[in-house]
């Protein structure tokens, strides 16, 4: 199966991820409970299938090994962690933050690399991790004037990140930038 799609399907699950918060009044507090970690673990283990290509290079594998691991971690956390709201936003803005930060080590880390990238895919990369930055700032100022807001604010930014990274998908796939038959 082609390895994009399992980068594709990463983004999905996250975008899904910030739908299901975004309704949480109307699905409920426990189905969330449950489905958002459990479309986290699904979205990790897709990125962590898809850092396993060989076609890209070693510190694309290693930066979608350890966002994987990220999201599975976000999600366990949130499934043991997570009793309330407010605890829950709380987690949500340190994943948020770190996730922005990740982004930013990344382009550095490329740009020191010897591997050339599309400029295009670099900007897509400094302009998510800049906007997950400062989303993480805005939620946690709204999260502690308003729970409900912040909620908000927080399926906002996962539905931008799952966007980025489907974005991410459709880009590599258009610009070939990996052979779209992988064995």
Do not use: C, W
Not at 30 to 43: D, G, Q
Not at 85 to 96: A, D, G, Q, W
Request: proline letters at 1%; aromatic letters at 10%; charged letters at 10%.
């Amino acid at each position: 199966m082609n390895k994009i799609f399992y980068l594709a399907l990463s983004g999905l699950m996250l975008l899904a991820t910030g739908v299901f918060l975004f309704f949480s009044e109307r699905i409920g507090v426990e189905t969330n409970k449950i489905m958002v970690p459990l479309l986290l673990l699904v979205s990790g283990i897709s990125a962590i299938i898809f850092s396993k290509n060989d076609q890209l290079p070693k510190i694309a594998n290693q930066y979608h090994l350890f966002q994987g691991l990220g999201l599975i971690a976000y999600g366990v956390i949130l499934f043991f962690l997570a009793e309330s709201l407010n605890s829950f936003l709380l987690i949500s803005t340190y994943f948020v933050l770190m996730y922005g930060l990740f982004e930013i080590v990344l382009i550095f880390g490329v740009m020191s690399s010897k591997h050339k990238i599309n400029k295009g895919i670099l900007m897509s990369r400094i302009v998510a991790g800049a906007l997950n930055l400062l989303g993480g700032f805005i939620l946690l100022l709204v999260t502690l004037s308003n729970k409900m807001n912040g909620l908000i604010i927080a399926s906002i930014l996962i539905v931008i990140a799952g966007i980025g990274i489907v974005i991410f998908a459709r880009k590599l796939v258009k610009n070939d930038l990996l052979q779209t038959a992988d064995k």
